[in-house]
T-cell receptor
């Protein structure tokens, strides 16, 4: 059975802190891993990772995938209150199906 | 970027009625669309995979007769919650993979989500 575990489940930090969110997975016919940010409505796309060891960056966010150890991390540097959200990790298999983790709830305090 | 439009965004209905939710890919063809359900403070759970022109593939535990999915064209999929009951109240989200962009551009293989539909059954 496919499994995705995110940690921590919740995190409270202050503005300016750096956070690292973890995602470990066991997915049959794995093809890629996607990270999403969910605020009040539907998730918004952050990254798609297909290759090990290649960091993807977008502003203060970065992410990397390790297909040998079956995990990915999402880093956010110099956090801002607007980063407060649920961050979802979702490995995708060869049929395009996404298997979502339970999410990490990040709260950034001023 | 690719846009997936979902309608309605919010619906309240009486118990026993049926509700239809539409999901449209606005500038790309989506041969496959996915329907998710999300309960409060929980993650997204895949309900079914909708393929254009064929029957949907439902996940284990999802009732096919209760959640009717139709994928009539490359840009439209619908989810009908039949004889809705209060326990069906949830946030329903569709998504689609950008396989081919109608207006040109890069096919990134990303999965785009609709805005979601919040269903409340009284």
């Amino acid at each position: 059975e496919d499994k995705v575990v995110q940690s921590p489940l919740s995190l409270v930090v202050h503005e300016g802190d750096t956070v690292t969110l973890n995602c470990s997975y066991e997915v049959t016919n794995f093809r890629s891993l996607l990270w999403y940010k969910q605020e009040k409505k539907a998730p918004t796309f952050l990254f798609m990772l297909t290759s090990s060891g290649i960091e993807k960056k977008s502003g203060r966010l970065s992410s990397i995938l390790d297909k040998k150890e079956l995990f990915s991390i999402l880093n956010i540097t110099a956090t801002q209150t607007g980063d407060s959200a649920v961050y979802l990790c979702a490995p995708r298999n060869n049929t395009g199906k996404l298997i979502f983790g339970q999410g990490t709830t990040l709260q950034v305090k001023p | 970027g690719a846009v997936v439009s979902q309608h309605p965004s919010w619906v309240i209905c009486k118990s026993g009625t049926s509700v239809k939710i539409e999901c449209r890919s606005l500038d790309f063809q989506a041969t496959t669309m996915f329907w998710y359900r999300q309960f409060p403070k929980q993650s997204l759970m895949l309900m079914a995979t909708s393929n254009e022109g064929s029957k949907a593939t439902y996940e284990q535990g999802v009732e096919k007769d209760k959640f009717l999915i139709n994928h009539a064209s490359l840009t439209l999929s619908t989810l009908t919650v039949t004889s809705a009951h209060p326990e069906d109240s949830s946030f329903y989200i569709c998504s689609a993979t950008q396989r081919k962009k109608l207006t040109g551009g890069e096919n990134t293989g990303e999965l785009f989500f609709g805005e979601g539909s919040r269903l409340t059954v009284l």
